[in-house]
C-alpha cells in the first residue's frame, strides 16, 4: 500500500524516552506521516487525548514512570482510544514480554535497531486494517439506516394494507345491507308480476335470480363480518359428525377421537360450497377422498372437467379474480370465495390445482385442522 491510499497524512503518535529513538522514528517515518512525538507514558496519554487523534501509536515497552504496558492497559480501558492500533517497540525480545504486550492489547512488535522497511511495512498493514475497520463501520450503520428505513415503510405499507382491508370490508357489508332494501322491492313487485302472468318458465328463472341474488348480498356480508371474526377457541367438534352432515360416508372414515375447532355452520358452509365447486367441475358425481395427517384432515375431489389453466386455478380463490365469472363456477357468484375465508379463519385452507399432465383434470382440497382427544370426552355425533 503506498501514502497516496489516504487522502491526508496520517497521525502517527511515538512514545519513547529516548530522544534518538523518536529522532529515527521521525526520520523514517516523515515523508509518509505526520509524526507526534512523547518523552514518557502521561505526556503520550494526554496527546492521544487531543483532536484529531493519531491513527496509531509507537509505544516502547521500557520507560520509567510508565512503562508501555501500563501505557497500553491505560489506553485500552479508555472507549475513546481503545480502537487505536498500538504497535511496541523493544530491544527487549523475551518471549514472555512479547506475550504480555499482546495481552494488553498490543497488535504487533518491532525490534531495536530498527528496520526501515519492517517498520514501514508494518505500520502500513495496520492502518490498513484501520481503514478497512473504518469503512466496515459506516457500512454497517449504513445498512441499520437501510434497515430501519425499509422496516418504517413496510410498516407503512401494511397500514396502508390494513385500511383497504377495513375499507373492502366495510364496503362489502355496506352494499350487502344497501342492496337489501332495494332488492326486497324489486322481489316483491316481481312476483306480484309473475303471479298475474301466470307463466312456469319465468317463475322458475326468477326464483333462481332473486336466490343467487340473495347469496350474493349474504356473501358479501360474511366476507366482511369474517375479517372481524372472534378468534376465541370454538368447542370441540367430532370430525365424523361434521362430515357427517355432508355424506353418510365420511363417518366410516374418520377415527372417532380426532375433532376441530372451528364454527359448524360456517365450516359446513363452507364445506357444502366445497362439495358444489367439485360436482361443476367434474362430468359424473366428483370421488372425494379423505386423508388423516398429524393435524389436519383433508378431503379432495378429483376433478375430470376442469376447464382453468393454472394460473386460474391459483387465482380461483382471490376476492377480485376474473377467473369464476368466466368459468363454470360463475354461478356460484361469491361462495368459493367466502368458503375459502372461512376455511382460512380457522387455520385450515381450500384450494384448486391443475393436473400437470391432463389438462382437462385437476384436484380440489379442502383442509381442516384437526387434533386428536380421548374418546370418553366425545359429545355424542
Do not use: W
Not at 81 to 93: A, G, Y
Not at 301 to 314: C, F, P
Amino acid at each position: 500500500m503506498n501514502a497516496q491510499f489516504y487522502p491526508a497524512k496520517p497521525r502517527i503518535l511515538a512514545i519513547d524516552d529516548t530522544g534518538a529513538n523518536l529522532a529515527l522514528l521521525s526520520e523514517i517515518l516523515g515523508d509518509r506521516y505526520r509524526v507526534i512525538v512523547a518523552k514518557s507514558g502521561e505526556k503520550g496519554l494526554a496527546i492521544a487525548h487531543k483532536t484529531p487523534q493519531p491513527e496509531l501509536i509507537l509505544l516502547d515497552m521500557v520507560m520509567p514512570d510508565m512503562d508501555g504496558l501500563e501505557v497500553c492497559r491505560r489506553l485500552k480501558a479508555d472507549p475513546v482510544l481503545k480502537e487505536i492500533p498500538v504497535i511496541f517497540i523493544s530491544s527487549n525480545t523475551d518471549s514472555l514480554r512479547i506475550v504480555d504486550a499482546f495481552t494488553q492489547g498490543g497488535v504487533d512488535y518491532i525490534s531495536k535497531p530498527f528496520q526501515q522497511s519492517e517498520v514501514l511495512a508494518r505500520i502500513e498493514t495496520h492502518l490498513q486494517i484501520v481503514t478497512l475497520r473504518r469503512e466496515l463501520r459506516e457500512h454497517n450503520q449504513h445498512l441499520e439506516e437501510l434497515v430501519a428505513s425499509r422496516t418504517r415503510e413496510l410498516a407503512a405499507s401494511n397500514r396502508r394494507v390494513e385500511d383497504m382491508s377495513r375499507l373492502k370490508d366495510e364496503f362489502l357489508r355496506m352494499i350487502s345491507h344497501e342492496m337489501r332494501t332495494p332488492a326486497n322491492g324489486l322481489f316483491g313487485v316481481g312476483q306480484i308480476i309473475l303471479d298475474m302472468v301466470n307463466d312456469q318458465e319465468l317463475s322458475e328463472m326468477f326464483a333462481q335470480s332473486s336466490q343467487r341474488l340473495e347469496q350474493l348480498m349474504d356473501d358479501a356480508m360474511l366476507l366482511g363480518v369474517l375479517e372481524k371474526y372472534p378468534m376465541e377457541q370454538p368447542d370441540q367438534i367430532p370430525v365424523a359428525s361434521l362430515l357427517q352432515e355432508l355424506a353418510q360416508k365420511f363417518s366410516a372414515e374418520v377415527p372417532l377421537h380426532l375433532v376441530t375447532r372451528v364454527d359448524r355452520d360456517l365450516c359446513c358452509r363452507a364445506l357444502r360450497t366445497f362439495c358444489e365447486i367439485a360436482v361443476i367441475f367434474c362430468r359424473q358425481d366428483p370421488a372425494i377422498s379423505v386423508f388423516l395427517g398429524e393435524a389436519d384432515c383433508k378431503l379432495v375431489a378429483s376433478l375430470d372437467s376442469l376447464e382453468l389453466t393454472g394460473e386460474d386455478a391459483d387465482r380461483f380463490f382471490d376476492l377480485g379474480s376474473s377467473v369464476r365469472p368466466r368459468s363454470k363456477a360463475q354461478r356460484l357468484a361469491l361462495s368459493p370465495v367466502v368458503a375459502h375465508k372461512i376455511l382460512r379463519t380457522f387455520g385450515g385452507d381450500l384450494k384448486l390445482s391443475k393436473d400437470t399432465v391432463n389438462s382437462r383434470e385437476g384436484y380440489l382440497e379442502a383442509v381442516l385442522p384437526t387434533e386428536s382427544i380421548a374418546r370418553k370426552n366425545l359429545s355424542p355425533a
